[in-house]
DNA sequence: GTACCATGCAACCATCGGGTTGCTCATAAT
DNA sequence: ATTATGAGCAACCCGATGGTTGCATGGTAC
């Protein structure tokens, strides 16, 4: 719907979602099977995530065989760095 | 709900909102009333956006006398920043 | 070829979120 | 004292979202 950021906001305003990205950033790729192992949820509550992670442009699939991989986009690696120093930006502020 | 940073994202992720933001930074202040002139919604539509920016620690509010002024908290000052710093981010990787 | 495994798709459910209208309450302004 | 203005409920509407279950499909492995 032409609103980047917005799409991009919401998308990481998600938990899920955002552990979802550190995931895959540490891993460097992943499917949807292999997340929903480290998460409460069904694997297709997964795709919905990564769907939306795609939609946003934080993340990219490629379909190899019967698996579909995961891995993030610039995008996504820049998001997934900001994440880091804002977490320890609100550790610092905090105590 | 104790995840802050969801509460920020989820914030941000709303245009009128985003655009309430950028409207007290420049202005420094500003009432619900005030902000409704700026947006094609109510006042009390206004009102729900302020409450959700203040429940993520954007800004604060102060009564005097009959109204109510909203100003930047230093957190929402930062990611009006930012805000800025993205914008200029994607414009300049896009075209 | 048969059985298995990761996906994809669809329907459905409950809650949340952005928005509205309508009314009351308190503080100015006259 | 009356009126007008700004704010604060509360109830309601409806579309989006996070989640589920159930089933169909397409590769892999035997």
Known sequence: MSDPLGQVFGALADPSRRHVLGFIAER?????????????????????HLATLAGAGLVESERQGRETRYRLTEA????????DALRRHLERRKP
């Open 28 to 48: 460097g790729t992943a499917t949807a099977t292999e997340l929903t192992g480290e998460l409460p949820i069904t694997r297709q509550a997964v795709a919905k």
């Open 76 to 83: 996504g690696e820049e998001w997934d760095d900001r994440l």
